[in-house]
């Protein structure tokens, strides 16, 4: 498969506190190739109470005691918890970079990283991430990504 060798590339997103916490930090693994760039996904562990419509507070469940979730843990979920993939992607119409709750950008969009404008700016822009209100810039959040060994072709650190 053409996208195999770039199945050791990771991005780690950390410095969000606060509202979607838990959903933007943490280690993004390689999903596929989309509007020419790498995409990635994420699973995390949301209790179960939460429905369809209130999957924007996880930010508010980490706070509230949920650590497995709130720290990255494994997933693995159990008795009360439910698990929901999240989406990092480069989208050409925004030149941005979204977090998202579903593949085709339908769904909820919880934070942007841009806009990407140059060789080797890509993550490297302040963070706007969704408070339950509104908009709100957090430079905080800070993007490391990790090519992997041996570094895939064509791509840079």
Same mark, same amino acid.
């Given at each position: 498969e053409a996208q195999a060798e770039f199945r050791s590339v990771q991005v780690d997103i950390a410095g +969000? &506190?606060?509202?979607?916490?838990?959903?933007?930090?943490?280690?993004?693994?390689?999903? +596929?190739?989309?509007?020419? +760039?790498l995409a990635f996904c994420r699973d995390i562990t949301l209790p179960a109470e939460l429905t369809d419509d209130e999957d924007e507070d996880e930010g508010d469940s980490a706070e509230g005691g949920d650590a497995d979730a709130a720290s990255g843990g494994?997933?693995?979920?159990?008795? !009360?918890?439910?698990?929901a993939r999240l989406y990092l992607q480069f989208v050409p119409q925004v030149e941005a970079w979204l977090i998202s709750d579903a593949p085709d950008l339908s769904g909820t969009v919880l934070a942007d990283c841009g $806009?990407?404008?140059?060789?080797?700016?890509?993550?490297?822009?302040?963070?706007?991430?969704w408070d339950g209100e509104g908009w +709100? &810039? *957090?430079?905080?959040?800070?993007?490391?990504? *990790?090519?992997?060994?041996?570094? $895939? *072709? !064509?791509?840079e650190g």
């Open positions: +969000r &506190e606060g509202y979607n916490a838990m959903a933007i930090n943490g280690v993004w693994t390689f999903w +596929r190739i989309r509007n020419g +760039r494994d997933g693995a979920g159990g008795a !009360g918890t439910r698990t $806009p990407c404008r140059g060789a080797g700016s890509d993550l490297q822009q302040h963070w706007r991430v +709100r &810039e *957090d430079r905080n959040v800070q993007a490391t990504i *990790d090519l992997g060994a041996p570094t $895939p *072709d !064509g791509l």
